[in-house]
């Protein structure tokens, strides 16, 4: 007996990655299932949606409660459904500019070398992230408002069936782009409370980004923040989780700055892992973007910088994959992910390996200082659970 017609949310798309999918954009929610399950929502992605029969009422009425279908038709664009390479490529970083309105101590890119994304190179890379099965796109730089043609992109991202989440440092977010944004959510760049945070970012950057943060929170932008652990903001950490939380902060996330760019000029503001691993026990939500089931860090992550270099992480420019005009793709298979039996961590057999991945990449190589293999644990993090004791450092308790 036919029951009723359903059809897939405006906000739900179907992926194939290594098994069948369906991601709903505004939640950010990702849910796996079998090919019985998919061939149905295929049928209802379609303008005449699917007739649902008594059988599969109880598959039908969880997705009605999950948002994932409706009762009423649907007419939107749907992104094509093909197979993703594997493993997949989920989160693409596209740093559109690297240039920026702040000079920060700590800053990774160090001194901008103004280079820029054209347009048709961003429409390029967007184009091939959705066909690759994509979810989510990280808009960042420098800072991405100054890009010269960011009203241009912001005009092209509805077209695309992922999540669009735009970083900045807030301080050119003014009502009238807040409003005009086709974004799903904004992380905000905020290193502590006035005194932390202003040492890295400047006099009066504070209360202009909170002001920033309460208008987007006021427009039912969902926002999330991401703080840095340095020298002038160790005792702002208790005090930041009951703001961010009581403000309704989506995800808050903590990590420690890489030696590089700015942060090599500035060595007082880097923290021994003993005391800055402990940090790493704040923050909420979901903001990180891991490793897979037996990898490390980065394993569905890769990124494109504004010079038009493709590399595995923005840390990693100086070892590019490829380039735009290569294709993301091409990129992509020559990425080498990194096994968390490869790193050092599996021979110590850490308990907290899986959780844990072995940290960022990255910072476990420059913890080498030149002399390392890949295999390196990143001894921030064996700080933070509690692998290698403090012996009376001070290290927070997470409150």
């Known amino acids: 007996m036919i029951f009723m017609r359903y059809y897939l949310s405006e906000g739900a798309v179907l992926k194939r990655l290594e098994t069948p999918s369906v991601y709903a954009v505004r939640t950010d929610e990702f849910y796996e299932m ?19 029969q008594e059988k599969e009422r109880e598959f039908v009425d969880y997705c009605l409660s999950e948002g994932i279908i409706t009762a009423s038709p649907v007419r939107v664009r749907r992104p094509p459904v093909r197979q993703s390479p594997v493993p997949s490529l989920r989160y693409l970083e596209l740093q559109i500019t690297d240039r920026c309105n702040l000079r920060c101590r700590h ?6 070398k103004n280079h820029s994304l054209t ?11 959705e066909e690759m099965q994509g979810l989510r796109l990280l808009i960042t730089g420098g800072e991405p408002l100054i890009h010269p043609h960011f009203e241009e992109l912001n005009t092209l991202l509805p077209g695309y069936g992922f999540r669009k989440i735009l970083f900045t440092n807030g301080l050119l977010l003014t009502e009238e782009v807040l409003k005009s944004l086709h974004v799903d959510e904004v992380q905000f760049s905020l290193d502590g409370m006035e005194h932390g945070h202003e040492s890295l970012r400047g006099k009066g950057t504070f209360r202009q980004v909170m002001k920033k943060i309460e208008a987007a929170l006021r427009t039912g932008m ?18 930041m989780d009951a703001l961010f939380r009581g403000m309704g902060i989506r995800d808050w996330t903590v990590d420690l700055p890489c030696p590089s760019g700015n942060m090599l000029d500035n060595p007082l503001l880097c923290l021994p892992p003993e005391i800055g691993g402990g940090y790493l026990r704040y923050g909420f939500g979901e903001g990180l973007h891991g490793g897979g089931e037996g990898f490390a860090c980065g394993y569905h992550l890769i990124s494109v910088l504004a010079d038009g270099s493709i ?12 380039t735009i005009q290569d294709g993301l793709w091409k990129a992509w298979l020559r990425m080498h992910h990194v096994s968390l039996a490869e790193l050092e961590c599996s021979d110590l ?13 990255y910072r476990a190589s420059t913890q080498a200082m030149g ?5 390196e ?9 509690g692998i290698i004791e403090t012996k009376g450092h001070e290290v927070p308790e997470k409150t």
């Open 377 to 385: 644990k990143d001894l921030y993090r064996c700080f933070a659970y």
């Open 371 to 375: 002399e390392g293999t890949g295999r």
């Open 222 to 239: 969902e926002v999330s923040i991401a703080t840095m652990v340095h020298r002038e903001n160790l005792h702002e950490f208790d005090e």
């Open 311 to 322: 590399a595995k992480c923005a840390f990693y420019g100086h070892d590019p994959l490829g």
């Open 34 to 52: 079998d090919e019985d399950a998919f061939g149905f929502l295929e049928a209802c992605a379609s303008s005449e949606g699917s007739d649902v």
């Open 107 to 112: 800053c990774y890119i160090g001194k901008p």
């Open 349 to 361: 057999s850490c308990p907290h390996l899986e959780s844990c991945r072995g940290g960022c990449r």
């Open 119 to 129: 347009i048709a190179e961003i429409r390029r890379v967007l184009d091939e992230f």
